[in-house]
């Protein structure tokens, strides 16, 4: 007989004496008994831990308000000299440094028009931006700004320009 074959019966051998067991297998019934019992699907197999009951999760059972927008669907501010946190809307950039963010636009270059009730002014140091026009009497919506003459009469806080 070949090495290869007396190794290969070997461990026919050695395998056929050794006892295996296979975790949730019944293996004491040797010839002839009743089959293992099933466990019925929902139920629990003896010595198993139960699983944790899922239920509908709290956030889930609650229906939601669909006509209320979420916090991140609310429109962003639009005009020029609106307030702001860090973003604006209708192609306007948000100057974080001014108390409150103020909406505006670049106006150097090119793009020269601002939208109206704005005028293209020179901020300081050859920045120019689109600031909201003051009203008649050189008033300001809006209690952080001031009326500033960058040129024109406008709006902006008092690191803008001059005093009207």
Same mark, same amino acid.
């Given at each position: 007989?070949?090495?290869?074959r ?13 006892n ?10 040797s010839g ?5 019992a ?6 629990t ?10 239920g509908?999760?709290?956030?889930? %059972?609650? *229906?939601?308000?669909?006509y ?5 669907? =609310?429109?962003? &501010?639009?005009?020029?000299g @609106?307030? !702001?946190a860090?973003?604006?809307?209708a192609g306007l ?8 963010g ?5 106006c ?7 939208p ?14 689109c600031?909201v ?7 300001? %919506?809006? *209690?952080a ?8 009469? =406008?709006?902006? &806080?008092?690191?803008?320009? @001059?005093? !009207?």
């Amino acid at each position: 007989m070949p090495l290869h074959r007396a190794a290969l019966v070997a461990a026919v051998l050695f395998a056929g004496a050794c006892n295996f067991t296979v975790a949730g297998v019944d293996s004491h019934d040797s010839g002839g008994g009743a089959p293992p019992a099933v466990t019925p699907p929902g139920m629990t197999p003896p010595g198993m831990t139960p699983p944790r009951d899922l239920g509908m999760p709290t956030d889930l %059972a609650t *229906p939601r308000d669909l006509y209320t927008p979420m916090p991140d669907l =609310v429109s962003l &501010p639009e005009d020029v000299g @609106d307030a !702001c946190a860090g973003s604006c809307g209708a192609g306007l950039t948000c100057m974080n440094w001014v108390t409150d963010g103020y909406c505006s636009q670049s106006c150097d270059g090119t793009n020269t028009t601002c939208p109206t009730g704005s005028t293209c002014v020179d901020i300081g140091g050859g920045s120019r931006y689109c600031l909201v026009n003051a009203n008649g009497g050189g008033k300001c %919506a809006r *209690p952080a700004l001031s009326c500033r003459d960058c040129g024109a009469s =406008v709006c902006g &806080p008092s690191s803008f320009c @001059d005093g !009207c």
